[in-house]
């Protein structure tokens, strides 16, 4: 029923920049919350960053200071703004959606890579 549509991943150096975003076919006021996750290859998918209805955020050790979740309400969209990117940061990207319903959907997935 509800479609996630990201775009904004791709090929970075070291230190570079990508914002992610993400685009929800749902209303932001049925949504309870929305993160973005990460998986790289051989590893546990992980949550990066999160924004609540409220307006709270919270975010991985790993990208505090770095990554920055925001949302734009009239689009229905979240973003991930990612600054001073690492190569330990290449991972595939989904984002997730969580309704006030309970119910959860999750992206595609968006190729987040960065080169030494």
């Known amino acids: 029923q509800v479609q996630l549509v990201e775009s904004g991943g791709g090929l970075v150096q070291s230190g570079g920049s990508l914002r992610l975003s993400c685009a929800a076919s749902?209303?932001?006021?049925?949504?309870?919350?929305m993160g973005w996750h990460r998986q790289a290859p051989g590893k546990q998918r992980e949550l990066v960053a999160g924004?609540?209805?409220?307006?709270?955020?919270n975010y991985a050790d790993s990208v505090k200071g770095r990554f920055t979740i925001s949302r734009d309400n009239a689009k229905n969209k979240v973003y991930l703004q990612m600054n001073s990117l690492k190569p330990e940061d290449t991972a595939v990207y989904y984002c997730?959606?969580?309704?006030?319903?309970?119910?959860?959907?999750w992206g595609q997935g968006t190729q987040v890579t960065v080169s030494s």
């Open positions: 997730r959606v969580d309704l006030l319903s309970g119910a959860t959907y």
């Open positions: 924004i609540t209805r409220s307006g709270s955020t």
């Open positions: 749902v209303s932001i006021f049925r949504i309870n919350a």
